[in-house]
């Protein structure tokens, strides 16, 4: 089958052929996938191939449920969620499945096991998922570039067995690999009854001089079938044809290309809003109380700035705040509200928060509880946890963000700086390196030039969390201005036991390790981070002796200059003093 596709993001030819070869059974499967659209966009296009084991008359059954779960639930996935994510857990549930299945049979022969090779292209990049002895190769040049390693167990010259497969085991360790794509640039999927016997180079001359790629395919076979192969044989070639970021109109489903809305009247009406009263206003935003004109339901609804409607990367942010605000589900992360018409401009319409910003909320509380606290940040650690289960970051976590509504429920707001993993792949140049969030609460290595991470978005927590009980910042306004390493090195932790009796030691050694200067050295996951503030952890109790450096940073140089004035004056009038 030949298969050509044409679109603003990418643009391939693909070919395919399968026979049975000399024996009774055709044990391999493979299938492709070019969707339209937006999930063309967002997912990729995705080829893949599988090769049931010999020794096994169900192999095929394998081979059939790998290849057609994956391609059928790969484009079920969040489209949040990178390829490697997305590919990955599909994959480990089909191996979960026909593990099961091969522990069921009654007979040890009967193994649901197959072999197993992915290609998805996205974006500018080809992403490869392996396991087994099918393979999967690149035209370079003049030379075709094996891009997989076989798992293949040799015992003799003449036996060898599997050592790493689908179904073979409760678990499956999955070879993943990413490259830059080309236009122009040609992959080929093969299993062993094609390239065990055919030469790299008589595979890489076809390739060269192929016009049709499904006839190469067909040829490809039948020439290893002449060469004496006694396999199954299956070819897959993937010709990309031309690239180009993709349109907001792709990412979006054309949210993005809608014009800009006129900032509204108060009071007065917007494509089925009535408007009631302005709610915040800012440089980048202004927003409105309003209320459904059908359901009588309030809402807040953000309209573009008037300074910034004219850049199309602000207004691609703008529109993907709704984008994100659709896909997630938690109490404690602002939801989407439905419009009562077509939208005809571009504004967002979310749920109305009847409460305070947590910047509100500290003001009126300058003095909160411990327990307070923690209450607070383990709901907004909840919705962070929603997001990145989504694989995003929020990127601009801060107080004037978080909202507290009348009945103490707390919610992420501003989605506007959020980085999405799947997105960014489609569109890498949406990624342009800018700091986006509030420099106070921005974590160091984002100054370095490093991407947000889950990590990062603990530094503001962390942040967030010293603040309410000290009402200072951890570093003050140093981690903006450490734009190196070495003065990254040189930040030093006031101690919040120092600023406030409040803060007990282990709560203080929590807070210490969340905004830790260093990613790698901050907590592994956000439960964590509020296990300690919950449950003093024996690492920061008050038995480990913490250097007055560590703990009172400013009172320790303070004591070591009053030292150095005092040694200096003693200096002095041993040499110049009378004699």
Not at 276 to 303: C, D, M, Q, W
Not at 304 to 319: N, Q
């Amino acid at each position: 089958m030949l298969m050509q596709v044409r679109h603003s993001a990418l643009s391939v030819e693909t070919g395919q052929y399968s026979c049975a070869g000399r024996k009774a059974q055709n044990q391999d499967f493979h299938g492709t996938v070019v969707p339209e659209g937006p999930v063309l966009v967002h997912k990729g296009i995705a080829l893949a191939v599988a090769d049931g084991i010999s020794s096994s008359p169900v192999a095929h059954i394998a081979a059939e449920t790998a290849v057609k779960s994956f391609l059928t639930d790969y484009y079920c996935t969040s489209e949040a969620w990178s390829v490697k994510t997305s590919a990955s857990r599909v994959i480990s549930a089909a191996n979960s499945w026909l593990f099961s299945q091969t522990k069921q049979a009654a007979e040890p022969d009967r193994g649901h096991v197959c072999t197993f090779s992915a290609l998805i292209l996205k974006g500018r990049k080809a992403h490869l998922f392996h396991v087994g002895d099918s393979r999967i190769w690149r035209l370079s040049g003049q030379s075709l570039e094996q891009l997989t390693e076989d798992h293949t167990v040799r015992i003799s010259e003449t036996e060898s067995y599997l050592g790493r497969a689908l179904g073979l085991g409760q678990t499956i360790d999955l070879d993943y690999a990413a490259f830059d794509i080309r236009s122009g640039d040609v992959f080929l999927l093969t299993t062993d009854g094609v390239h065990g016997s055919l030469r790299t180079k008589d595979m890489a001359e076809a390739l060269l001089a192929c016009e049709d790629l499904e006839t190469t395919a067909r040829e490809l076979a039948d020439q290893a079938l002449k060469a004496g192969s006694d396999d199954n044989l299956t070819v897959q070639i993937v010709r990309v044809t031309g690239i180009a970021d993709p349109g907001t109109e792709d990412l979006l489903s054309g949210e993005g290309t809608l014009p800009p809305a006129p900032l509204p009247k108060v009071p007065g009406e917007h494509e089925g809003f009535r408007l009631l009263r302005g709610l915040h206003a800012t440089s980048r935003s202004h927003i409105y109380l309003a209320e459904n004109e059908e359901t009588g339901e309030p809402v807040a609804l953000k309209f573009p700035s008037l300074d910034l409607r004219g850049e199309e990367d602000y207004l691609r942010r703008f529109a993907l705040e709704e984008w994100v605000a659709r896909r997630m589900a938690s109490p404690h992360v602002l939801k989407a509200a439905s419009y009562p018409q077509a939208r005809q401009t571009l504004f967002l319409a979310t749920e109305f928060v009847n409460g305070q910003t947590l910047r509100q909320w500290m003001t009126d509380n300058p003095h909160p509880s411990l327990e307070t606290v923690r209450g607070i940040l383990e709901q907004v650690a909840r919705g962070l946890m929603a997001f990145h289960r989504k694989e995003m970051v929020h990127q601009d976590l801060r107080p004037e963000n978080i909202m507290i509504d009348a009945s103490g429920t707390v919610k992420i707001i501003d989605f506007g700086s959020v980085r999405i993993a799947g997105v960014m792949e489609a569109a890498p140049s949406l990624d342009k390196g800018e700091i986006l969030g509030t420099h106070q609460y921005t974590a160091p290595e984002v100054f370095l030039g490093y991407l947000g991470t889950e990590y990062s978005d603990q530094f503001s927590l962390g942040v967030i969390a010293y603040e309410m009980l000290t009402g200072r910042l951890p570093y003050g306004a140093a981690v903006a201005r450490a734009t190196s390493e070495r003065a990254q090195a040189a930040l030093r932790y006031r101690s919040a036991s120092a600023v406030t009796e409040r803060v007990p030691d282990w709560v203080d050694g929590a807070l210490c390790r969340a905004v830790h200067p260093v990613p790698g050295k901050r907590y592994d996951a956000l439960s964590a981070f509020l296990e300690d503030l919950r449950r003093p952890n024996p690492a920061f109790t008050s038995d480990r002796f913490v250097p007055l450096a560590e703990r009172d940073p400013v009172r320790f140089w303070q004591i070591v200059s009053a030292a150095l004035a005092v040694l200096c004056a003693i200096l002095f009038f041993q040499l110049f003093g009378n004699p």
